[in-house]
């Protein structure tokens, strides 16, 4: 019996150790952190053995095979003794294609991936198809395909993920832009990070799609750089040669495919804003491809509902409106926000530097914000950078004083705009934790 190491014990490691004991394998589980309570329960009560609070490598090493979590680097010391050994590195949704011939539909991108995601899932279904929702969204790939699997799969994968995946395919794969994130992660080149998005085009034939914005100048660099197989539907704002989805002057959205063309006004759409636009335009070509009805890829896109901590209103509390953006973990994800920004704006940012190059956002923030708001454990940057910039900045340690800061400064018909630009782990867990602590403070202000 071969013998399967997973390294982290989250959904992804978890949902892996359940489908390598299904599948015969002799699985260990080691975290170097604790396991949440559920995850405990999901390997106890299958009989997978496993370790928490630190790895022990003699009882690792002698793997055949290890699954890595995708947020632990190459670089640490335990996989880069794996590697000296030779032992093969895989990702969960690697390992998860080995025992599934079902098609995929797999979006990356440094931002809109999630919404994107969940469009497409969305519109599949309500197609009626059998859909499964993976990677970093929905359940782990690897838990379905051992115990409640599916025809599709629709897999948000991150760069993280792409870096271990092989022989994996998507047989439809889905970039919808490529901006400067993870830096410290890739030696602070660019071209590392390129390159592991560009993995979810491997092994593709010429029976495959690949859809992205043909404005992005970094994916059309690479894409000119490289010899691809699959069948290209480019997507854009305006119409240019070889495009299957752009908008007119009308404003009305074209959608044309190899065997199939319709259109849908872009007031209808049920999220709003540029970035949104370039979403439900790769959320519709990706379902068509599997003959879902146009009537019925219309209707999903009116409505749709928006994706939490993504431009999510929470309230509006005396004529302000309060908007939860904090999955806005990167500049670019801040500029897409700003761009939809209609009101005098008093902008939250701050956290975890990832070498961050304000500059793109400065544009908008002269333009559209009133005040910005700092809210991390060191502001020094953002307050040189932005001071005089903004009429005002604030400097804040939590996010108690953050909310508090913007009920001061906003004045009716503003919008107070959590949008941090940078990540979250510096005074919270995830992005997550960063979004409901901020909803609930916000709710607050209610009582």
């Not at 609070?53 to 090493?61: A, S, V």
Request: hydrophobic share 40%; charged share 25%; aromatic share 8%.
């Amino acid at each position: 019996m071969k013998k399967l190491v997973i390294l982290g014990g989250g959904e992804s490691g978890c949902g892996a150790a359940v489908l390598g004991k299904a599948r015969g394998w002799e699985v260990f589980l080691s975290d170097s952190g604790r396991l949440a309570p559920k995850y405990k329960e999901m390997l106890e009560s299958r009989g997978i053995p496993f370790e928490e609070g630190g790895h022990t490598p003699e009882r690792l090493l002698d793997a055949d095979t290890v699954v890595k979590s995708p947020g632990i680097p190459p670089t640490a010391p335990l996989v880069r003794r794996f590697a000296e050994k030779g032992t093969p590195i895989i990702s969960e949704i690697e390992f998860a294609g080995r025992y599934t011939d079902a098609r995929t539909v797999c979006i990356t991108g440094s931002n809109g991936k999630t919404t994107t995601t969940m469009l497409i899932y969305h519109i599949l279904k309500k197609a009626g198809l059998d859909v499964g929702l993976a990677g970093n969204v929905g359940k782990s790939m690897a838990l379905q395909v051992a115990e409640d699997p599916h025809d599709i799969y629709v897999i948000e994968l991150s760069s993280f993920q792409l870096e271990n995946m092989y022989d994996f395919k998507a047989h439809i794969a889905v970039i919808m832009n490529i901006t400067p994130d993870h830096m410290d992660r890739y030696d602070h080149k660019m071209e590392n990070y390129v390159a592991a998005k560009f993995r979810i085009l491997r092994n593709q034939t010429k029976e495959d799609y690949f859809i992205y914005w043909q404005d992005d100048p970094i994916v059309t660099a690479q894409i000119r750089a490289m010899q691809i197989e699959a069948l290209m539907l480019p997507f854009g704002e305006h119409k240019l040669e070889d495009n299957a989805a752009w908008v007119d002057e009308r404003g009305i959205i074209h959608f044309q495919l190899p065997e199939d063309v319709f259109e849908i006004p872009r007031d209808r759409l049920a999220l709003q804003g540029l970035h949104n636009l370039y979403n439900s335009m790769a959320a519709g070509l990706s379902a068509s491809l599997f003959h879902v009805r146009n009537d019925v890829v219309k209707a999903a896109l009116e409505d749709f509902e928006a994706v939490e901590h993504r431009l999510e209103f929470v309230a509006e509390i005396d004529g302000v409106r309060y908007i939860n953006d904090s999955k806005a973990t990167n500049v670019n994800s801040t500029w897409y926000a700003l761009e939809s920004m209609v009101k005098p704006t008093v902008l939250i940012l701050g956290g975890k530097d990832k070498g961050n190059d304000y500059n793109e956002i400065l544009p908008f923030v002269k333009e559209k914000v009133k005040a910005i708001v700092c809210m991390g454990a060191d502001n020094r940057k953002l307050l040189d950078f932005f001071s005089g910039q903004v009429p005002a900045i604030v400097d804040t340690h939590s996010i108690g004083d953050a909310v508090a800061a913007c009920r001061r400064l906003a004045e009716k018909g503003d919008t107070v705009l959590l949008s941090p630009c940078c990540a979250s782990f510096d005074l919270f867990k995830s992005y997550e934790d960063r979004g409901e602590q901020f909803k609930q403070q916000v709710h607050a202000l209610e009582k």
